[in-house]
C-alpha cells in the first residue's frame, strides 16, 4: 500500500472518530473521571480540556500576546474534534469496527512503509554513472520527446537613449565570432544594459526566454527559430538583441542534458523496486524454510 499525504490525513481523521485521547488534547483520566482540583479550560460533554493538556502550547510561545492566540486557536479545533466526533457517532451507518479496522490497516501500512523506508536508506545504491544515464537516454528517447522550443544563446536588453555608436558597435560585436569582440559585447551588457541573458552552455526554454519583449508576440516561433540566428527587435524604450547559438524544436528529442536529473530518478526508483521485491522474496523463502505460515485450502 502506497503511503501519501492524504493517507495520513484519512489516518489522523479515523483517529478522531475513534476518540483517540491523546490526539484530541485530553487524557483518559480526564475524559472519565474529571479531576475537581484541575482547572478546566472548556467541556465538550463529557469531554473536558485541562490547562495541564496546554502547558506545552504556552511554553513554547514568545509572548503574553502569541501565548492567548494559540491557546485560543488550540481550544477552537479541540472543540471542533469533539463536536465532529459527537455528530458521527449520530449516524446510523456508523461502525465503529470496520472503522477499527481500517485504522489497523493503516498502522500496518505504516509499519511496513517505515520498514522499508530504513531498508532503503541503509542499502540502496544512491550512485548512478554518466554511463548508465547514456544507456538509459539511448535505449528510452522515444519518451524524450519536447514539449517546448529551447535555444541557447544570449539576449540583451538596451536603451533607445543609448548612443547611436554604442548601439552599432554593439551590432558588430553580436555577429562577430571573434574572441575580443564576445568580450567586448559582454562587457558592454554588464556595464550598461538594462537586462540580459546569457547560456551558451545550458539550454533554456525559447518562451520563458523571450518572455516580456517583443519576440513573444512572434506568430511562428518555430519557423522564426529556423530562419534566425541574429536579430533585434524594439518597443517604445528599448532595443532587444537575440543571438541564438543552437536550437531544438517541439517534438524533437530533448537534449540528455535536460532529462539527465529526470533519468537519474528513474533509474533510482527502478533500483527501489528492484530492491523491496528481493527483500519481500527473502523474506517469503526464509518463512517457508522456518513454517512461519500455513495456507489452507478452500473445499
Known amino acids: ?12 481523521g479515523i483517529s478522531l472518530l475513534l476518540g483517540s485521547c491523546q490526539w484530541l488534547g485530553i487524557s483518559k483520566e480526564s475524559t472519565h473521571n474529571p479531576d475537581p482540583a484541575k482547572k478546566i479550560i472548556a467541556r465538550v460533554h463529557s469531554n473536558s480540556l485541562y490547562a495541564s493538556d496546554i502547558e506545552n502550547l504556552t511554553s513554547k510561545t514568545r509572548g503574553k ?5 494559540t491557546v485560543k486557536r488550540f481550544v477552537r479545533a479541540w472543540i471542533d474534534k469533539q463536536l465532529l466526533m459527537a455528530e458521527a457517532k449520530k449516524l446510523s451507518t456508523y461502525n465503529e469496527a470496520k472503522i477499527r479496522q481500517k485504522v489497523l490497516d ?46 541557447k544563446g544570449y539576449l540583451v536588453k538596451v536603451s533607445k537613449k543609448e548612443p547611436r555608436k554604442n548601439l552599432n558597435r554593439f551590432r558588430k560585436w553580436l555577429r562577430s565570432p571573434k574572441t575580443k569582440d564576445q ?23 525559447f518562451d520563458q526566454l523571450v518572455k516580456l519583449t517583443p519576440f513573444a508576440k512572434l506568430p511562428n516561433k518555430v519557423d522564426f527559430l529556423k530562419k534566425n540566428k541574429t536579430t533585434e527587435l524594439s518597443d517604445n524604450e528599448y532595443v532587444y538583441f537575440l543571438n541564438i547559438r543552437d536550437y ?19 533509474i533510482l526508483n527502478k533500483r527501489k ?5 528481493a527483500l519481500k522474496e527473502q523474506i517469503y523463502k526464509r518463512a517457508v524454510k522456518n513454517n512461519e505460515f500455513e495456507i489452507f485450502e478452500n473445499e
Open 65 to 69: 500576546a502569541d501565548s492567548a492566540q
Open 248 to 266: 531544438k524544436i517541439t517534438d524533437q528529442i530533448s537534449p540528455m542534458q535536460m532529462v539527465e536529473d529526470d533519468i537519474r530518478k528513474i
Open 273 to 277: 523496486i528492484a530492491l523491496i521485491s
Open 106 to 151: 493503516y498502522q500496518y501500512a505504516l509499519m511496513a512503509f517505515e520498514y522499508e523506508r530504513n531498508y532503503l536508506n541503509k542499502n540502496l545504491d544512491t550512485e548512478v554513472s554518466q554511463e548508465e544515464i547514456q544507456r538509459y537516454y539511448d535505449s528510452h528517447k522515444e519518451n524524450f520527446e519536447l514539449k517546448q522550443n529551447i535555444v
Open 183 to 205: 568580450e567586448a559585447l559582454i562587457e558592454f551588457s554588464y556595464s550598461t544594459a538594462a537586462n540580459y541573458i546569457f547560456e551558451l552552455e545550458q539550454w533554456m526554454d
Open 1 to 12: 500500500m502506497r503511503i501519501t499525504k492524504s493517507n495520513l490525513a484519512a489516518i489522523w
